[in-house]
């Protein structure tokens, strides 16, 4: 995926949407994306994500993955109003220690695409991984609260879920400041903002 | 459990709060014996620091015993430990450099949002101090959670009371590192401004790193004469024009390094600080580096100034041309808390480090509102406040 003309930075950080999206190979209508540095090799990061059960540990809003086989998953996101989104992934490349990428099956509420590349970062330095995704809002009032989800969301959504994956494979957990207050509203063992 | 705990600028409250829980399998417990109210706690009752929330429990300067231990953690129940401000993974990059307050992944993916906003990347997690630096807990409490507790906590030695040891939390290896941070050669002179505990212990490190003059700058007498006894030449600021005074005791040459023991916050009412808080007052910018300007004047060519002084946003007319024209080196950065611990804990119970001189009072948590008024109130008479929570109501002067 190269769409610029003088630069060597991923697609996401285009000014234009329209000349990125023009550089994929599918018909979305917006793409975000996020880089992560983690102090561990390629390969390890890599088998953690292939096998996509272990995602819902560091994905925030998903509910449920579920691995039907070895290229078909089917995601539950949770969505405003106590609902939940559903559909099903398929893993359209898979070079092991290197690259997934997958699309929406057909069908889905929203079509969208996205793959994940893992990097070399300097020696000594683990590896960058690079999440990439192409979705294609969808109008209706389904859209309205979809986009909620996957409109103004990606983007913080892919940079904190990136940030745990992180945290979880440098320390083995996932960090919480969950803490006493005298906020009567809160658990002391739940995360707040 | 009874909380110190931050309700609105000037308004800090002790209430019952649930007691904290082991969340992570590298988390421990501590019971705290006793814990300090920071300089840098006054940024927050003041109001200076965004993010607070109400209900806050405050206190990053904490030590205790421990409790409750996750099954990761290294601690065993029992020890006694002190606890450093900064979170830290001890695994990221940072942490591998040893720059402990960088860490990477101490500050959560939900609040780290915020600092990647302001400073372009997010800053690593610190106790009891604002959403910024992660929303923990602080331990001006009866309890504290200590997250990755294989790494920040440092074991204390029976037979080294808390008076000792506690700052080693944060205000010794901060005046320490302050002080590195310095480059200090032998001959030095060296100028400090601001004598609170930071300022004191960056004196008492400077002349341990082989400075020949320290010259400390303050406006009360109780800490220049503290500065005194440290052996450092005084500046009372509200007596002599301070840039004039260090060109003449420096023989026109200026101090080879100065060091920022004051931040956001400066005293005194020269023109420039008057506008600036004009300013943070209405928003318009948020920092008040009167101090910090007139360092960067002050300093000779060539020389290096160090920051240890807290700063949180902006700062108009920084007086970069002096600072490109005399080729100064500019060093700062919260404490690598981590880093110097050891080391630190091993010249105490040398007895090369004596830190117990600095506290002024005694009290129990009951006290903290009346505490955090007087440490706000009256500096001059409150040098340092440790709050204990076992004890009778009911301030001690120490």
């Not at chain 2, 290896?173 to 004598?195: L, Y």
């Amino acid at each position: 995926m190269t769409g610029y003309q003088d630069s060597d930075a991923p697609l996401s950080v285009a000014r234009d949407n329209d000349t990125a999206c023009e550089a994929t190979d599918g018909d979305e209508k917006a793409i975000v994306g996020r880089t992560v540095t983690i102090n561990r090799p390629r390969e390890e990061i890599y088998a953690f994500w292939r096998d996509f059960s272990n995602l819902t540990t560091i994905m925030d809003n998903v509910e449920r993955i579920d691995v039907v086989d070895d290229r078909r998953s089917h995601w539950v996101v949770k969505a405003p109003a106590g609902r939940s989104v559903e559909w099903d992934a398929i893993v359209t490349e898979d070079e092991p220690g290197r690259l997934i990428a997958w699309e929406s099956a057909e069908g889905a509420d929203v079509k969208s695409s996205g793959r994940v590349e893992f990097l070399d970062a300097a020696p000594g330095r683990g590896t960058m991984v690079r999440a990439t995704i192409a979705y294609d809002p969808p109008g209706g009032t389904i859209g309205e609260w979809i986009a909620k989800l996957f409109q103004r969301e990606p983007n913080v959504q892919a940079r904190r879920d990136l940030r745990r994956l992180k945290q979880y494979l440098e320390t083995g957990e996932v960090t919480t400041s969950a803490s006493p207050s005298a906020r009567n509203s809160e658990s002391p063992t739940e995360q707040y903002l | 459990m009874r909380a110190v705990t931050w309700h609105a600028r000037h308004d800090v409250r002790v209430d019952t709060v649930p007691d904290p829980e082991i969340v992570n399998p590298r988390d421990a417990i501590i019971k705290i014996t006793s814990t300090a109210i920071c300089g840098s706690d006054l940024h927050l009752y003041d109001g200076y620091i965004p993010t607070m929330r109400a209900g806050d429990i405050l206190g990053h300067e904490n030590m205790g015993e421990v409790v409750e231990v996750g099954s990761k953690s290294t601690l065993k129940k029992g020890q006694r430990v002190v606890i450093p401000f900064t979170i830290s993974c001890g695994s990221c990059f940072f942490c591998e450099k040893q720059q402990f307050s960088a860490c990477d992944n101490s500050n959560p993916a939900t609040t780290s949002d915020m600092s990647e906003m302001l400073y372009g990347y997010p800053m690593g997690g610190a106790f009891g101090y604002a959403h910024l630096t992660g929303g923990y807990a602080g331990g001006q409490a009866e309890y504290l959670r200590v997250p990755y507790s294989d790494v920040g906590p440092i074991v204390i030695p029976d037979g080294l009371e808390d008076d000792k040891v506690l700052f080693l939390s944060d205000i010794l290896p901060t005046g320490w590192m302050g002080a590195e941070n310095a480059q200090i050669e032998h001959g030095d002179t060296v100028a400090v401004w601001g004598c609170g505990p930071v300022g004191l212990f960056a004196i008492q490190s400077a002349f341990i790193m082989g400075a020949h003059k320290v010259i400390a700058i303050d406006h009360f007498p109780t800490r220049l004469e503290l500065a005194k006894s440290m052996g450092a030449d005084v500046l009372n600021f509200t007596e002599v024009d301070v840039r004039e005074a260090l060109f003449e005791m420096t023989g026109g040459i200026g101090p080879d390094a100065v060091i920022d023991c004051v931040g956001m916050e400066t005293h005194g009412a020269a023109i420039d600080n008057i506008l600036d808080t004009v300013k943070a007052h209405t928003f318009l910018g948020t920092d008040r580096p009167a101090a910090l300007r007139q360092m960067i004047l002050a300093c000779r060519k060539g020389g290096r100034v160090s920051i240890p002084g807290v700063y949180g946003g902006m700062a108009d007319k920084w007086p970069i041309g002096a600072m490109m024209e005399k080729g100064l080196t500019i060093r700062s950065g919260q404490t690598h808390v981590q880093k110097y611990t050891r080391q630190l804990l091993e010249m105490i119970g040398e007895g090369k480090i004596d830190t117990t001189f600095l506290i002024s009072h005694h009290a129990s948590l009951e006290d903290g509102p009346d505490m955090y008024k007087h440490w706000h109130d009256d500096q001059n008479a409150y040098t340092k406040i440790v709050l204990k929570p076992g004890m009778t109501p009911g301030p001690v002067r120490v």
